[in-house]
């Protein structure tokens, strides 16, 4: 099916560990997101990518890493996971050429990530 | 990029309008307002997008006033399944640089 997919949708690992959550659209937008949300905070940006092999941080960057190989696929890794990281993440893509532009963004059904 | 405001929640019966406000003072000339709903365990979706004066689709209407400086959500005679949290984006729509959704406004419709 055409869209944007994430997964794994939902990940138990521990503290130290390295973990990759995957992001794949279908539409070759330009502008990929990941988001992480927590209770109280809302969705605060990680990444976001304005096509393959451009990359800059958001709001909060630290101890994730992305890269954009191919306009596709967006996968986000956290080098050595910390409790602090347990989050929903989505993952969200837009196309500046597109009707509303490029801040409409379409969001994957997001990751659960619980780090232990 | 523009800052916005938004109520933390509100409250609403099944049947009422619901208007929810979003204060953005440092609008640029060249932002649009996009508006995104999110149900739980969902991501957002889209709602609506304006860049002056009122817009209405099959789901909500968007009033923005000459200075910009504000929008207004509208949802008519809203529902049960209304019930989520809805956020106010400002940015240009030719840049999605740095799209920052803030904490929203939960929305909560009673029976």
């Known amino acids: 099916d055409a869209g944007i997919t994430q997964s794994p949708r939902y990940k138990i690992t521990e503290t130290g560990r390295q973990v990759t959550l995957m992001c794949h659209q279908t539409?070759?937008?330009?502008?990929m997101f990941w988001y992480r949300q927590d209770l109280g905070h809302g969705l605060r940006l990680i990444y976001y990518?304005?096509?393959?092999?451009?990359?800059d941080k958001g709001e909060v960057p630290d101890g994730y890493v992305v890269s954009r190989s191919k306009t596709e696929n967006f996968p986000l890794t956290l080098e050595s996971a910390t409790r602090s990281q347990t989050s929903v993440y989505f993952c969200a893509s837009s196309e500046q050429g597109s009707p509303h532009g490029a801040n409409v963004l379409t969001f994957g059904a997001g990751s659960r990530l619980t780090v232990l | 990029l523009a800052k916005t405001t938004q109520p933390i929640s509100m409250d609403s019966y099944e049947g009422q309008e619901v208007n929810i406000t979003c204060s953005h003072n440092?609008?640029?000339?060249?932002?649009?307002i996009t508006w995104y709903q999110q149900f739980p365990s969902q991501g957002p979706r889209f709602i609506i997008q304006?860049?002056?004066t009122k817009v209405t689709n099959e789901v909500a209407s968007l009033f923005i006033p000459a200075d910009r400086k504000s929008s207004t959500l509208s949802l008519p005679r809203v529902s049960l399944s209304d019930t989520a949290v809805y956020y106010c984006?400002?940015?240009?729509?030719?840049?999605?640089?740095?799209?920052?959704f803030g904490s929203g406004t939960q929305l909560t419709v009673l029976p």
């Open positions: 304006g860049y002056k």
């Open positions: 984006l400002v940015g240009p729509s030719g840049s999605a640089r740095q799209l920052t």
């Open positions: 990518s304005a096509a393959a092999d451009i990359t």
């Open positions: 539409w070759s937008h330009s502008y």
């Open positions: 440092n609008i640029a000339t060249n932002d649009y």
